[in-house]
């Protein structure tokens, strides 16, 4: 039984290290990427010392993180502890896009239908995402979500673009959702 231990640590850890390659291969994406837009991001001013460039020690920067990721890859491709690439560790990397999407409809469908309905619709159902099912929580996200934008758009006055949908509501109605909710 001693003798079976390490063979399974060495095949869990075999298992474990497949989506190495897949994080290699988006950080060599990334990187790569980000140093072919160098030159639309930054600039070389004329006349400017090498250093003080705006544009050196970015450059320098992406060039070392995408020369590490080129290592990085031709390491975990080289290496013989990856038995086969595992698909089930790509999904999990995958899943976690998830979450900047939520976040990006947010952003897309504020100005459309107004910070207060779109915090007050997003909370619960995200709360509902993270396995909350109850209505009492569901109420709370809600509340929660009208409690935040009364904060940032009542007291805190934070500019938030009022909704499109708010053009509709009577115009002193419409005046009080844009200034503060």
């Known amino acids: 039984m001693a003798d079976e231990t390490p063979k399974l640590e060495q095949i869990a850890a075999a298992e474990r290290l497949g989506g190495d390659r897949y994080f290699a291969i988006a950080i060599v994406v990334l990187s790569a990427g980000l140093l072919a837009l160098i030159g639309e991001q930054t600039q070389w001013k004329n006349g400017s010392a090498l250093l003080k460039q705006p544009a050196f020690w970015p450059g320098i920067s992406l060039i070392g993180m995408t020369v590490c990721a080129?290592?990085?890859?031709?390491?975990?491709?080289?290496?013989?502890?990856?038995?086969?690439?595992?698909r089930r560790e790509l999904v999990v990397w995958l899943r976690c896009?998830?979450?900047?999407?939520?976040?990006?409809?947010y952003v897309f469908i504020v100005p459309v239908v107004g910070y207060l309905?779109?915090?007050?619709?997003?909370?619960?159902?995200?709360?509902?995402?993270?396995?909350?099912?109850?209505?009492?929580?569901?109420?709370s996200a809600a509340l929660m979500g009208a409690f935040i934008v009364i904060l940032f758009k009542g007291f805190l006055q934070v500019r938030v673009p009022?909704?499109?949908?708010?053009?509709?509501?009577?115009?002193?109605l419409r005046n009080f959702m844009i200034l503060y909710l």
């Open 70 to 86: 080129l290592l990085y890859l031709a390491q975990s491709l080289r290496s013989e502890r990856y038995v086969s690439w595992d």
């Open 97 to 105: 896009l998830e979450f900047p999407i939520w976040f990006m409809a």
């Open 117 to 139: 309905p779109t915090s007050v619709v997003f909370s619960p159902l995200l709360a509902r995402r993270m396995g909350y099912s109850s209505s009492r929580v569901l109420l």
């Open 162 to 172: 009022g909704g499109a949908l708010y053009e509709y509501l009577p115009d002193t």
